[in-house]
């Protein structure tokens, strides 16, 4: 893992920072993850991007510095990888970080039994156990300071069984269940956590899931809405076609919304016959 610390001068914020001073953010070099850093920073939150790509955390470090006059820190890490996220815990043991925003994660689809285990494994290092693995010793330490805040990111896909996404509908099945549980636990003891169930959204995660998205609304409009239902909310459904899925799945047994996200996943899927 590598880092970087960017530190422009702060030109200060009026914009309040409920969970401040600073946000961890992964995934931070696109999509979701993107989209948050700029929000945070507008809002006056210093920052810790982390990604894969040194480059585009970089450039978007530098860029929240010169537009918002927040400090930015880059650690590159691969969070598949246990040591990577044993290394950006080590090197964020003495930040005062108050807001883990855990947007890392990635998709796969197909039929199952078709393709490779290996990118199946490692999607589930990365959508689940890196997200465990953060959010234990952060949780810890956002009761410590007598407040925090986590935000998860499940999917719409997750509140079923989805066929030519069966694991990564799983995962995201994990981390809603995962939130539910926590927030309870650490209400209480001053912390917000909720889970984010975006539909589908127009950023590289589908072509990484390689699926085809048309007509999807881009992540940009995402963090407002969830920044302002975390504490409020377990689960947030951000944007119209979320929020439309989940009104037409509303009342439906599990076994008709799996009918249904099969139609779904066999018009994105790329390369699949929709037979």
Do not use: W
Request: charged content about 15%; some cysteine.
């Amino acid at each position: 893992m590598q880092s970087l610390s960017t530190e422009p001068p702060r030109q200060g914020a009026s914009a309040p920072r409920p969970y401040g001073p600073i946000a961890l953010v992964t995934g931070a070099s696109d999509g979701i993850g993107r989209a948050f850093a700029v929000e945070l920073a507008s809002r006056g939150y210093d920052l810790i991007l982390v990604a894969r790509r040194q480059s585009a955390l970089n450039e978007l470090a530098a860029e929240l510095g010169s537009r918002h006059g927040v400090r930015a820190e880059v650690l590159v890490a691969d969070l598949g990888v246990a040591a990577d996220v044993q290394a950006v815990l080590n090197a964020t043991a003495d930040r005062d970080i108050g807001l883990l925003v855990a947007a890392a994660g990635f998709g796969t689809s197909g039929l199952f039994v078709e393709q490779p285990v290996e990118p199946e494994l490692d999607m589930i290092d990365v959508n689940c156990r890196a997200v465990v693995a953060l959010v234990h010793p952060l949780a810890s330490r956002f009761v410590a300071r007598g407040g925090g805040g986590i935000i998860l990111f499940g999917s719409l896909v997750g509140f079923q069984g989805v066929p030519r996404a069966a694991a990564y509908a799983a995962s995201k099945a994990f981390i809603q269940t995962f939130a539910e549980g926590l927030r309870p636990e650490l209400k209480p003891l001053g912390v917000d956590v909720i889970s984010v169930a975006p539909g589908p959204v127009a950023s590289g995660f589908a072509a990484r899931a390689k699926m085809v998205v048309s007509g999807a609304p881009g992540p940009e409009a995402i963090p407002a809405e969830v920044l302002g239902a975390l504490g409020r909310k377990t689960t947030v459904r951000p944007g119209f076609q979320s929020k439309l899925l989940e009104a037409l799945f509303t009342g439906l047994p599990r076994p008709a919304r799996t009918l249904i996200m099969t139609q779904v996943m066999k018009s994105m899927a790329r390369g699949v016959a929709a037979g």
